[in-house]
T-cell receptor, first 117, second 113 residues
């Protein structure tokens, strides 16, 4: 079984400030981890993913995330927030259990990011 | 390249009515899935398919049916709509390899009154 917990359903930052969105996961097998972003009334777009190649993963729009196995975490960061970053962010996990595990994502509850001028 | 296409974008149903949400992908992906999104609950897996003719249940399958007769299409059927099925529905597809990302459609916003 696998699960994802996102700490904080709402995060508010000022433009130019650090963005930190927290994600902790639980998985009995090596995980694959993803961050998706959803803009209002749109589908989900991949920001970045961890697939065991490197623990620090860089994604689109200046976001990055670090996989920490000892802490079972995959927090998303961006050094300087832009107004255009305002959206809902989802952390998701799938596993390398093989076969039908691929493509079956377990999502966190989502974090709504608000950016103030 | 259209990616994953969902129709309709919006739908209002009366309790007890049936309907089919359509999903098509043009990326020749083996895996296709349906999720529902509810506030504060993230996305939850309804049904998924690992190839034509093969489907299985996800976390919240009750009240929904699926079939997969072709690689491209994966329709979701609501046999008798209930207000609890008011939600935003997303279809996704992904290739058959470890760590592959899922590609999502734009969603269908369904209201059951």
């Amino acid at each position: 079984a696998q699960s994802v917990t996102q700490l904080g359903s709402h995060v508010s930052v000022s433009e130019g400030a650090l963005v930190l969105l927290r994600c902790n996961y639980s998985s009995s097998v090596p995980p694959y981890l993803f961050w998706y972003v959803q803009y209002p009334n749109q589908g989900l777009q991949l920001l970045l993913k961890y697939t065991s190649a490197a623990t620090l993963v860089k994604g689109i729009n200046g976001f990055e995330a670090e996989f920490k196995k000892s802490e079972t975490s995959f927090h998303l960061t961006k050094p300087s927030a832009h107004m255009s970053d305002a959206a809902e962010y989802f952390c998701a996990v799938t596993s390398d259990a093989g076969g039908t595990s691929y493509g079956k994502l377990t999502f966190g509850q989502g974090t709504i990011l608000t950016v103030h001028p | 390249n259209a990616g994953v296409t969902q129709t309709p974008k919006f739908q209002v149903l009366k309790t007890g009515q049936s309907m089919t949400l359509q999903c098509a992908q043009d990326m020749n992906h083996e895996y296709m899935s349906w999720y529902r999104q509810d506030p504060g609950m993230g996305l939850r897996l309804i049904h998924y398919s690992v190839g034509a003719g093969i489907t299985d249940q996800g976390e919240v399958p009750n009240g929904y049916n699926v079939s997969r007769s072709t690689t491209e299409d994966f329709p979701l059927r609501l046999l008798s709509a209930a207000p609890s099925q008011t939600s935003v529905y997303f279809c996704a597809s992904s290739p058959d390899r470890a760590g592959a990302e899922a590609f999502f459609g734009q969603g269908t916003r369904l209201t059951v009154v």
